[in-house]
C-alpha cells in the first residue's frame, strides 16, 4: 500500500522568511525542505545609467578586443605554424590566420526599407532568414574581407561571432579558408562533486526547478488546473511519498520569462479606458501575481522578464517592477531578476535567459534544435552574438556584459518550444548542463536540475486520466 506524506502549510516567519519545518499529519515526523547557499550575479547586466546616444560599432569593437586573445592562443594551439595577422597584412601567397567578427549577408534578412518596397515576398513575416546563397565577411578594425570555400559551414555562423579563419587568398581577392577556430570554452569554477564514499554527509539531493511560458492573457493555452497541480507538488501536497521528498529537495524555482501572453493592453490610457476596461487588461497581471506569491509561501523563486512582458524590449531587460507584482513583493522569498539571469547555488554556477537569444539565432541560421545553440554558445564565448545587428540590445561602450568569462556549469534558455537537455564536455574538464525549458503553457511542466550530479528530471503535469 502506498503512503502518503502530507505536508502541513508552510509557515512563515516574523520577518517573512520560509519555515523550513513541516510535519507529517500522520505520525507527526518532520520535514524539512533542503537548505543553500544563494549568490545573484546580476550585477554585470543591471544597467545603472542609461544612455542611448552611443552608437552600436563601440559594442562589436569591445567584444572584439576582449575575445581576440582567447580566439588568437586556441588558433595558435591548433595551427602552431601559421601566423596570425590583421585583414589589412594579409599576404597573396601565404597560408596565414586571420581574427575578427563575422558578418552574415542575407537576402532574406527583414529591413526597414521593406515597409516601403512593393515586392517583399517572402521576406515578412518568415520563421528563418537563411538560404543558401548567403556571403560570410569578416571584419577587424582595419577593413573587412569575404569568406570562401568547403571549409564554411554558412548555415551554421551567424553575425557577431569572434572567430580565427585559416587560409589564403583567391585570384578574386576573397579568402579562401581551409578551416576554423572559435575562442573555446571559458575556464570553469570548481564544484564540489556528489560521491556515495563521502560518509557523514547528506547524500540527498539538491534541485533547481526551471520554468517558463505560462503566458496569462487574452486567448492564453495555459491550463490553470495544471498550474494548481504545479503549485501542490512545489508544496508538497500532491503526488505519493517519493513525489513529496523529491519536493522537498527543490532549493529554489527559477521562472525564465513568459509570465504573461502580452503586455499591450498594460499600455492603453487607463484615464480614457472604462472600469471594465482596466480590470480586464489587469486580470492576466492580477493572476501572474497571485501565482507567484502563492509559490514564493512554499519556496524561494527567481522571476526573470521575458519578451512578452512589461519591461524595456532591449537585451539586457530588467527585473520587473515591484508595482506589477504587490503580493509576491511582500514575500522576502521573490528575487526579481534580470534577463540574463546569472546565479550561484552551493558553490554551481547558473547562467540563462528567456529565449530570445536561441530563437534569434535559430532565425538566422540552420540550427534545428535549442541546445545545439547553447552548445556552441559555450565554444564562441558569447551568449547573445546576434546582438545588437538582429536583437535589440543596450549601446555599450566600453564592455561587453554578455561574453562567457566564466564556463557555468548550468546553461538553460526559456521559452522554448520544446523540452531538451545534454550535458557538454570542454577541452579542460569543463562540464555544462544545457537546458531548454519549453513554454509551460506549450508543454505543461518542470526541470529538476540536480546541483550535485547536474543530472536532470522532468516533472510533467498532466491532467488526464488516460
Known amino acids: 500500500m502506498e503512503t502518503s506524506v502530507n505536508f502541513d502549510e508552510f509557515v512563515r516567519t516574523d520577518t517573512g ?47 572584439l578586443v576582449k575575445l581576440r586573445p582567447h580566439v588568437v592562443k586556441a588558433a595558435t594551439a591548433a595551427w602552431p605554424n601559421v601566423p596570425c595577422v590583421r585583414v589589412l597584412d594579409v599576404p597573396e601567397d601565404k597560408e596565414v590566420c586571420i581574427v575578427g567578427t563575422l558578418y552574415k549577408e542575407m537576402s532574406l534578412k527583414p529591413s526597414i526599407l521593406d ?46 561571432v569572434i572567430v580565427a579563419v585559416k587560409g589564403t587568398v583567391s585570384e578574386e581577392g576573397d579568402f579562401r579558408v581551409v578551416d576554423v577556430c572559435y575562442a573555446g570554452h571559458a575556464p570553469q569554477q570548481s564544484r564540489a562533486i556528489s560521491s556515495s564514499a563521502d560518509d557523514g554527509q547528506d547524500k540527498s539531493p539538491a534541485y533547481v526547478a526551471l520554468m517558463s511560458g505560462f503566458s496569462f492573457g487574452m486567448d492564453s493555452e495555459t491550463d490553470m488546473l495544471k498550474v ?6 512545489c508544496a508538497g501536497i500532491l503526488g505519493s511519498e517519493p513525489e513529496q521528498k523529491q519536493a522537498s529537495n527543490i532549493v529554489r524555482v527559477v521562472f525564465a520569462g513568459g509570465i504573461l501572453k502580452g503586455s499591450s493592453s498594460l499600455s492603453q490610457p487607463t484615464s480614457y479606458a ?52 504587490p503580493r509576491a513583493c511582500s514575500v522576502s522569498s521573490l528575487v526579481r531578476c534580470t534577463n540574463p539571469h546569472a546565479f550561484e547555488i552551493d558553490g554551481v554556477q547558473f547562467l540563462g535567459t528567456s529565449g530570445q537569444n536561441v530563437d534569434d539565432v535559430m532565425r538566422y541560421s540552420t540550427y534545428e534544435s535549442p541546445t545545439d545553440i547553447l552548445q556552441n554558445m559555450l565554444s564562441w564565448r558569447h551568449i547573445i552574438p546576434t546582438a545588437p545587428d538582429s536583437l535589440a540590445t543596450y549601446p555599450y561602450s566600453d564592455e561587453d556584459p ?47 536540475v540536480n546541483i550535485h550530479t547536474l543530472d536532470v528530471h522532468p516533472v510533467y503535469f498532466d491532467t488526464s486520466l488516460e
Open 228 to 233: 494548481e497541480m504545479m503549485l501542490d507538488y
Open 115 to 160: 515597409e516601403y518596397t512593393k515586392d517583399v515576398g517572402a521576406q515578412l513575416g518568415g520563421n528563418r532568414f537563411t538560404q543558401a546563397g548567403d556571403v560570410l565577411v569578416l571584419e577587424d578594425e582595419g577593413g573587412r574581407v569575404s569568406l570562401v570555400g568547403d571549409a564554411l559551414d554558412v548555415g551554421t555562423m551567424v553575425t557577431g
Open 402 to 448: 554578455f561574453i562567457l568569462e566564466e564556463t557555468p556549469h548550468v546553461l538553460f534558455a526559456g521559452g522554448q518550444t520544446a523540452y531538451g537537455t545534454t550535458k557538454v564536455q570542454g577541452p579542460d574538464g569543463q562540464v555544462t548542463r544545457v537546458v531548454s525549458v519549453p513554454e509551460f503553457s506549450r508543454q505543461p511542466m518542470m526541470v529538476l
Open 274 to 325: 472604462s472600469v471594465r476596461e482596466q480590470a480586464t487588461a489587469l486580470e492576466p497581471i492580477q493572476e501572474a501575481d497571485a501565482l507567484l506569491a502563492n509559490l514564493c509561501e512554499t519556496v524561494d523563486v527567481d522571476v526573470m522578464p521575458g519578451v512578452t512582458d512589461p519591461v524595456n524590449y532591449s537585451l539586457p531587460q530588467q527585473p520587473l517592477h515591484r508595482c506589477l507584482l
Open 17 to 63: 522568511e520560509i519555515s523550513n519545518l513541516q510535519l507529517d499529519k500522520d505520525n507527526g515526523t518532520a520535514i524539512q525542505r533542503k537548505e543553500s547557499s544563494y549568490v545573484n550575479h546580476d550585477g554585470r547586466f543591471k544597467i545603472q545609467k542609461r544612455d542611448y546616444e552611443r552608437q552600436f560599432a563601440q559594442l562589436y569593437f569591445s567584444r
